[in-house]
């Protein structure tokens, strides 16, 4: 049987035809991991294996490695804390996330619009290639597994189990019709009946063509709506970028000196195509959300130099919200402020997020920032995520040393309990060229001769709880 054969010796070539495609598929299937949603909560952004190399200037064959393969899920709602000494990347993998660099490798999927809203070039493109794409997944297994596995991801996204159809101008023409730019949208009244009436054209193919009934489940639960944001076109990334905004960490150099508050709030929408041009509406929009900022209306005809610190940070909030994004990377959004207008700011930002049901991506190197606002808190070290846990799991019993190093250097006011501070021996290793083993091994007061040979993988230790540590804190 072929399906032995491919098991047997997996480097071994097949014969092409539907019966080996099969097999083929059902072996690539067995390597991949099923999701599983345990808290049922709605994922916004899932970013897989995501890379960003940074050229060492002079040397070609160098790259600094801000991050190094990140698995990381940001659920609608929440406020997501990401915390980690200067340098580790996670302002990158803020940027990278909303595609301001270009990532090495990975991929990031939005799941805050229907896909039907966008329909990529690139999802098209896969649709139409069908037939020569099933027949390069054949060629790619005997070939190159690892390209095999991601041609095989990209293809079991879209169509799910109906790669197993043999009937494949059918397949073809009911997705067509479905993604067809400018035929849907998420806007579209009639967008939930077209849903259905694909979907019942999907089961009626799947039902006169597909025999192997098992695999074609499995297949199903790796299909995936998300929007893959690395593969967009530049004009379809912008169209996605009201979605998904920024608070930058410098009130001063992020606000233009030449533009007033009310050009500088007003630009997004603009450009956005919410109003037609600078008219009364535009202006009513503007004021009304400097107003929930906390902004005076009347401060709409100022320049930025006018303003203090705090007040530069709420125009740039402003600046965000006025798109009516659904998700914003605050990065380091009140470092550059004093203590006393950080609380405001954060005060703020709870409060727009329960207004308007925000998910944020907040940064900061400032532990007691992220414990005050943060759901949950991912820790980095040298361009991987070592933890993350719900705020309350990673304060009460860190697992990663490095967390537990973090944690002891919080200032105390408590006399009667002094903390025992961790003090962390040597510098952070060069990214360029991180240690071998785990990256943290040459400075962990924990390390053992297996931290030093073999990079611990990042595992759910506790319900919710993950960590990449071979001796986890207990
Ligand atoms: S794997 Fe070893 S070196 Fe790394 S954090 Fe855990 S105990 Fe320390």
Redesign the pocket.
Known sequence: MAQAVINKNKTASVSSGAENFSAVVSDLAGSVPVPVNENNKKTLISIRNLKQYFPVKGNKNMFVKANDGIDLDIFEGETLGLVGESGCGKSTLGRTLLQLYAPTEGRTFYYGKPLTAISPKNLTDIIKELPAEKQELIKLFSTDRKAAQELFLDLVRVFGGLLLSPNEDEVTAAYLEYYSEGKTSEDSPDSGSRAETFEARRRSIADSSVTDKDNFKRLEKLRDEGIDLTRLTYNEMRRLRRDMQIIFQDPYSSLNPRMTVGQIIGEGPLAHEFFTGEGEALQDHVMKIMEECGLAPYMIHRYPHQFSGGQRQRIGIARSLAVNPKFIVCDEAVSALDVSIQSQILNLLSELKEKSNLTYLFISHDLSVIKYISDRIGVMYLGNI?EIARSEDIFKKPL???TEALLSAIPTTNIDKPKNQIILEGDIPSPINPPK????????????S???ETE?LFREVEPGHF??????LT
């Open positions: 070592v990663h040393p490095y083993g785990c990256k943290f091994h040459t400075r962990c007061r924990y390390v053992s297996e931290c030093k611990p960590a990449a540590c071979h001796h986890c």
